[in-house]
């Protein structure tokens, strides 16, 4: 893919020295006869293969729709702090007019991904949402009633299409880069998937 640098397919090694994990040690005149043989798979197989340290999400930064009751000793704002990179994209004001309701759905979900280091984050959600749209493009082709893919392609539509070669992801849809940023509309046109216009 384009928008991948040179670094892709190194050794991944955050030792100061460069030197990489210890395998094994050897004492003087010991020797080793082994062969490695590479693999290539997915964290779906294997847990040794998720490019992610953690993955975390939530919905509701400020507390608007009120599924949350906090425990507290004195003050809930201070033992409970507000995450301020999410809570930016929410309206504090929008906050203080809401009234409670149980049945109130969530808009807008903020993900944390924190990469081991082998793909950076913005990668690995590309990668996932490319994985999401193929996926699904695959069961609109099996539910297609003419049985064939939709548009003759053989892989069937991408809806939104994902071309990874304009140097942004997703080229402008599904919400995720369009301009270099994270406030690109989301497909169909509902909204915007992360954030804001031109933030």
Same mark, same amino acid.
């Given at each position: 893919? #384009?928008? $991948?640098?040179?670094?892709?397919? *190194?050794?991944?090694?955050? #030792?100061?020295?460069?030197?990489?994990?210890?395998?094994?040690?050897? $004492?003087?005149?010991?020797?080793?006869?082994?062969?490695?043989?590479?693999?290539?798979?997915?964290?779906?197989?294997?847990?040794?293969?998720?490019?992610?340290?953690?993955?975390?999400?939530?919905? #509701?930064?400020?507390?608007?729709?009120?599924?949350?009751?906090?425990?507290?000793?004195?003050?809930?704002?201070?033992?409970?702090?507000?995450?301020? $990179?999410?809570?930016?994209? @929410?309206?504090? @004001? @929008? *906050?203080?007019?809401?009234?409670?309701?149980?049945?109130?759905?969530?808009?807008?979900?903020?993900?944390?991904? @924190?990469?081991?280091?082998? %793909?950076?984050?913005?990668?690995?959600?590309?990668?996932?949402?490319?994985?999401?749209?193929?996926? %699904?493009?695959? %069961? $609109?082709?099996?539910? #297609?009633? *003419?049985?064939?893919?939709?548009?003759?392609?053989?892989?069937?539509?991408?809806?939104?299409?994902?071309?990874?070669?304009?140097?942004?992801?997703?080229?402008?849809?599904?919400?995720?880069?369009?301009?270099?940023?994270?406030?690109?509309?989301?497909?169909?046109?509902?909204?915007?998937?992360?954030?804001?216009?031109?933030?």
């Amino acid at each position: 893919m #384009d928008h $991948r640098d040179d670094a892709i397919g *190194q050794p991944v090694i955050k #030792d100061p020295n460069g030197e990489g994990p210890i395998i094994l040690k050897l $004492r003087h005149g010991q020797e080793v006869d082994f062969t490695c043989i590479a693999k290539k798979g997915n964290a779906k197989e294997h847990a040794k293969w998720g490019p992610t340290a953690a993955v975390g999400f939530e919905y #509701d930064p400020l507390n608007k729709l009120k599924h949350t009751t906090y425990w507290f000793e004195e003050n809930a704002e201070e033992e409970w702090p507000v995450d301020e $990179r999410n809570a930016q994209w @929410e309206d504090p @004001e @929008e *906050q203080a007019d809401a009234s409670v309701n149980p049945d109130a759905k969530p808009s807008a979900f903020f993900f944390d991904v @924190e990469s081991v280091g082998m %793909l950076e984050p913005d990668d690995i959600v590309a990668e996932g949402v490319y994985a999401l749209q193929l996926k %699904l493009s695959q %069961l $609109r082709t099996a539910l #297609d009633p *003419q049985g064939t893919a939709v548009n003759g392609d053989e892989d069937g539509d991408y809806n939104p299409p994902a071309d990874f070669g304009a140097g942004d992801y997703g080229n402008g849809y599904g919400g995720y880069g369009g301009n270099g940023d994270y406030g690109a509309p989301a497909m169909n046109g509902g909204g915007y998937g992360y954030g804001g216009a031109g933030h």
